[in-house]
């Protein structure tokens, strides 16, 4: 008798989350894919569609049990990842606890958490949408400058503004902004975190058994240009000195021991802060966008994304172990500085033999927009160098040697 193929609910199908829709079917599983925009390009890869919101908890239970999967997976996507743990939790089927992934998840929670079980944290304080500019300046005057005003539930760096002198009118225009991306109404003050390392600690680990067995740590890379707050690109290795990878290996493993952690790839973002403390900024319940997992996968040489999926279907046969690598390797995250038309892409000839790969999102004589959230990328390259020394010298300044070009 034929063994009964079976289902993997799958939460987005957006051009990062394809790769696990083609990679659960090539698995052999039976892909039913939710999302609620109507052009979403996983519908195309997906066995099944439904045009639903993945943030509709109930509704994407109803579906699981309806079509019977066997697991579920949110691929990329945070406010799908709270969806995943609730609907995994409820069905008996492979995930973390839904109470941490909550507290992953959402800002102010996780501030709170980190505070209360002794890991370093900013001082930070919920602020309601809608509260008076006047307040929280005041509050934001007892606090150390510069200030942070972000949303807690949103990520890809959306609606984030670092006020340097919070008075009530920055404040306000930094509530406004916070609110536009807001969808549970809670935003978050909180200190800027002081760095001694100068990047952003980024990347994926992948969690075996409560343990961490793959260590994908790079640093972030960041267009100053545009305020230095949205990521564009990882590079390998980190940087970090072997006493700063120690410090923030500890702290990480410790985090997932604290809240119970199982399995499953996460997305880091830490700050070593001046007194070489790593800071946590987001230990994300899912894979990182921007392609990192895949970005991984190449210098790793293990299949993130088949991890990710035979994880969720509770089948850990795929060995992860990775200790990191001193290849020197890249992503650029193509963007545009100002709202227009793509016209093409200016390479730098020193910097194309580096190219290994590029996924374009936008084609040219599409529209694009000026790039203040991950979700206004327009393509990635995907770079290697000869070392770390001739990276170092053509990262330095590659918004000018991979440039869009906008009419």
């Known amino acids: 008798m034929e063994r009964e193929q079976r289902s993997i609910l799958l939460l987005g199908g957006s051009r990062q989350q394809v790769v696990a829709i083609e990679c659960a079917k090539r698995l052999g599983y039976r892909t039913i894919l939710c999302d609620y925009l109507p052009d979403n390009p996983?519908?195309?890869?997906?066995?099944?569609?439904?045009?639903?919101?993945?943030t509709d908890r109930d509704r994407m239970l109803e579906i699981a049990r309806a079509e019977g999967v066997s697991g579920v997976l949110a691929y990329a996507s945070d406010p799908a990842a709270l969806t995943a743990a609730y609907v995994a939790?409820?069905?008996?089927?492979?995930?973390?606890?839904?109470?941490?992934v909550e507290t992953l998840s959402t800002k102010h929670l996780f501030r709170a958490y980190l505070a209360e079980h002794g890991f370093p944290a900013p001082a930070a304080h919920p602020v309601p949408v809608g509260s008076d500019a006047d307040e929280v300046a005041k509050i934001a005057s007892h606090m150390r400058q510069p200030v942070v005003i972000k949303p807690t539930d949103s990520s890809g760096s959306k609606g984030v503004?670092?006020?340097?002198h919070p008075d009530a009118d920055a404040v306000w225009d930094a509530l406004e902004a916070a609110a536009t991306f807001s969808r549970n109404g809670v935003l978050l003050l909180e200190e800027y975190i002081r760095a001694a390392f100068p990047r952003v600690i980024g990347g994926d680990i992948f969690v075996v058994d409560g343990m961490v067995r793959f260590w994908g740590l790079m640093s972030c890379l960041r267009d100053e240009s545009l305020g230095g707050l949205v990521p564009i690109g990882e590079r390998c290795p980190s940087g970090l000195s072997c006493a700063q990878e120690r410090a923030v290996r500890d702290q990480i493993q410790a985090l997932v021991d604290s809240l119970g952690l199982r399995f499953g790839e996460f997305n880091v973002e830490i700050i070593v802060g001046e007194d070489d403390t790593p800071y946590f900024l987001e230990l994300g319940a899912r894979a990182g966008g921007n392609?990192?997992?895949v970005q991984l996968s190449d210098i790793s040489g293990i299949d993130l994304i088949e991890a990710n999926v035979r994880a969720a279907m509770g089948d850990a046969a795929l060995d992860v172990a990775f200790d990191g690598s001193d290849a020197a390797a890249a992503?650029?995250?193509?963007?545009?500085?100002?709202a227009g038309t793509l016209a093409g892409v200016d390479i730098a000839p020193e910097i194309a033999p580096c190219i290994y790969r590029t996924v374009m999102y936008v084609e040219p004589g599409q529209p694009v927009e000026r790039f203040d959230g991950a979700g206004k990328a327009l393509g990635i390259f995907f770079l290697r160098f000869d070392d770390v020394a001739h990276m170092e010298r053509l990262l330095d300044?590659?918004?000018?040697?991979?440039?869009?070009?906008?009419?």
């Open 331 to 338: 992503t650029y995250v193509l963007h545009a500085d100002r």
């Open 291 to 293: 392609m990192i997992p």
């Open 89 to 100: 939790e409820a069905l008996g089927l492979p995930t973390n606890p839904l109470a941490a």
């Open 42 to 54: 996983g519908q195309f890869a997906a066995d099944v569609f439904y045009q639903e919101s993945t």
């Open 397 to 407: 300044g590659i918004t000018a040697r991979i440039r869009a070009v906008v009419s």
């Open 161 to 164: 503004s670092v006020l340097d």
